[in-house]
């Protein structure tokens, strides 16, 4: 885990710097309380403050979120601690539920990850300072305490959304933590609220990071490569259905800039899934990056600084799901954005499920995405499209029917690239441009891409993809984001 300077430590807790917001939490031994940095509170003297990287390190010491600046408000930077790759891919699995329910453990999370327990649990105490069933119990506390506040959901259903195992113990843990019980921390301001069932109304979040964020590189992206009937970006809201455990739902998400947020509003008839679904929005738009870390890193290079320096806040977009992210690559290989995206559109309108009308929340979102058995099943000769791409369609397909796994963060980028790469059809390219999108490998690199290379042309002259591993060997282990500033470099790229 990274070293906290106690003394630097005071001085961002007195200037209530933003900087340091989801950066490090600051535990108060004469309240027993835990705040971020920018907390509005009295500053607690310094000899009753202990400082953590982390809000789990936090709570894990003893202490309890603040009523007052909100701990779950906070930026999620956890991922960014240090640069292992466990640990990210660790919490990425934790955030959608993986350390929840009676059979869940950190011996079968560390068999996901190809890692043995004892090793899991020293990078998470060395990463972030706390373990992995510390970090699972405070995302669960957390996000209960946001719908708490937040919407106006039964305490009941809370206690399913975040994760508990039962209501007996989101009661226990509220008692035990705050000294009340978890209805007691409502505001009465959310009492106004219109009632309604999550389905219907839908529950409205506030999903925050840390600025910048390049919000116009972002939304030109999703426009760009929206799916007819499965989304839809108008102006500056992004609109998509929803597909989970058999369930269907839609999410709408618009930026509020002032509040460094997304505004996120999710209608689906599982509360059980809201984890799930705020992990993938967290993955879509890249919420979890420390874009200042990363640009400064990058713009060490010559070749990267202008870039880095004219979209500071630019972010790796990821895919919705590694499964239709990987079909999506497959429709992508040697066409246009616009072309890749009329395939995908046609593949949904001949095996997508439709979404009843009396069930949709927009007339427009009319299909979900096909899971890999409907693909699998589907007759495919109406796409205008090479049979080989074809067939590695249904290579895709047999493979993430076979392992449902395939697109899980597990082992190297290295060893990931090659496990999809053993899929038919699968070649050097599509196996990066999938890691990097979908896996949310932060090193992957599709160096071959043509983009890429026209994006790191100097003086008109492109480098061959042997050249360009080269140089982008000095910006790992974020070659992810590099690969996205080159690609808004050329304008008229793949990625």
Known sequence: MESLDPEACYRALTTRDPRFDGRLFVGVTSTGIYCRPVCPARTPKFANCTFHATAAAAQEAGFRPCLRCRPETAPQLGAWRGTSNTVSRGLALIAEGALDGEDASVDALAARLGVGERQLRRLFKDHLGASPIAVAQTRRVLFAKQLIHDTRMPMAEIALAAGFGSVRRFNETFQSLFGRPPSALRRKAVIALPEGSVGSSGVRLRLRYRPPYDWPSMIGFLAGRAIAGVELVEGQLYRRSVEHAGLQGSVVIAHLPERDSLDVTIRFPSVRALPAIVARIRRVFDLGADVLTIGAHLARDPLLA??????????????????????????????????????????????????????????????????????????????????????????????????????????????????????????????????????????AFPASDVGLLRGAARDGVRPSPADLLGLAEPWRPWRAYAAQHLWMNDGAGVG
């Not at 496990?419 to 990097?436: H, S």
């Open 306 to 443: 202008p870039l880095v320096a004219g979209r500071p806040g630019l972010r790796a977009p990821g895919g919705w799901d590694g499964f239709e992210l990987a079909v999506r690559a497959v429709l992508g290989q040697q066409v246009t954005v616009e072309a890749g995206r009329r395939l995908a559109g046609q593949l949904v309108a001949i095996c997508g499920s439709v979404i009843p009308a009396d069930r949709r929340s927009d007339p427009a979102l009319t299909h979900v995405f096909p899971t890999a058995a409907e693909l699998a099943m589907a007759d495919l000769s109406p796409l205008g499209m090479p049979g080989a791409r074809k067939r590695a369609l249904a290579a895709v397909a047999q493979a993430a029917l076979a392992d449902p796994a395939l697109f899980e963060p597990r082992g190297s980028v290295e060893e990931t690239v090659a496990r999809l790469r053993a899929i038919p059809g699968i070649g050097e390219w599509t196996a990066q441009y999938i890691a990097l999108r979908a896996v949310r490998e932060t090193d």
